[in-house]
């Protein structure tokens, strides 16, 4: 069973500050994916990881994945209000099944 | 990007009664749908996979007699909540993939169930 372990679950920025949020999964997995959604509503699609050494980057958001360690990560570059939301990583199975991580809850201060 | 959609998007029903709720995927055919439960301040967590034509695969623990799962057709699902409890109140969330996108899943809008 793929398992897939998120931290911090909850994460309070400074507006202009760097944080990075991890995704640990436990076994192989063909894709990564990263999601965010704002309270009530639902997925929004931010990324999704192919392969080993993939990064990808969109405005103040840059995601990674290392195959061997099984770990992705989502950088936050100086956070902006907007950016306050929860974020979900979740790992592909080979039977196409998504497994979430807990969501990690972004509040962004002044 | 692919299409889907939920309705209704709110529902509020009396315990006892039950929901439909339909996922459509709207500009690619979905050979198969997942459905999702999140309760608040939770993660998404698979209820159960449906393909079309065939019968749905629930996951360990959801009752297959109460969350009926139908996928009739290439873009239509359906979960029907049978006799729903409070307990059942959730954010239900559909997923439709199939060969068109590359088995990517795209989620739909979500339904709010809350059951009084």
């Known amino acids: 069973e793929l398992k897939v372990e998120q931290n911090p679950l909850f994460l309070s920025m400074q507006e202009g500050k760097n944080y990075t949020i991890y995704c640990n999964y436990s076994?192989?997995?063909?894709?990564l994916y990263w999601y965010r959604q704002d309270p009530g509503k639902s997925l929004e699609s931010l990324f999704v990881?192919?392969?080993?050494?993939a990064v990808k980057q969109e405005g103040r958001l840059m995601a990674s994945l290392d195959t061997k360690a099984r770990l992705s990560t989502l950088h936050i570059t100086a956070a902006v209000h907007d950016l306050s939301a929860t974020y979900f990583c979740a790992a592909r199975s080979n039977d196409y099944k998504l497994s979430f991580g807990a969501g990690t809850t972004v509040t962004v201060r002044a | 990007g692919a299409v889907v959609s939920q309705h209704p998007s709110r529902v509020i029903c009396k315990s006892g009664t039950s929901v439909k709720i339909e996922c459509r995927s709207l500009?690619?055919?979905?050979?198969?749908m997942f459905w999702y439960r999140q309760f608040p301040k939770q993660s998404l967590m698979l209820m159960a996979t449906?393909?079309?034509?065939?019968?749905?695969?629930?996951e360990q623990g959801v009752e297959k007699d109460k969350f009926l799962i139908n996928h009739a057709s290439l873009t239509l699902s359906t979960l029907t909540v049978t006799s729903a409890h409070p307990e059942d109140s959730s954010f239900y969330i559909c997923s439709a993939s199939g060969l068109t996108s590359y088995n990517e899943q795209f989620f739909g809008p979500g339904t709010r169930l809350t059951v009084l």
């Open positions: 500009d690619f055919q979905a050979t198969t």
């Open positions: 076994t192989t997995s063909d894709r």
């Open positions: 990881l192919l392969s080993n050494g």
């Open positions: 449906s393909n079309e034509g065939s019968k749905a695969t629930y």
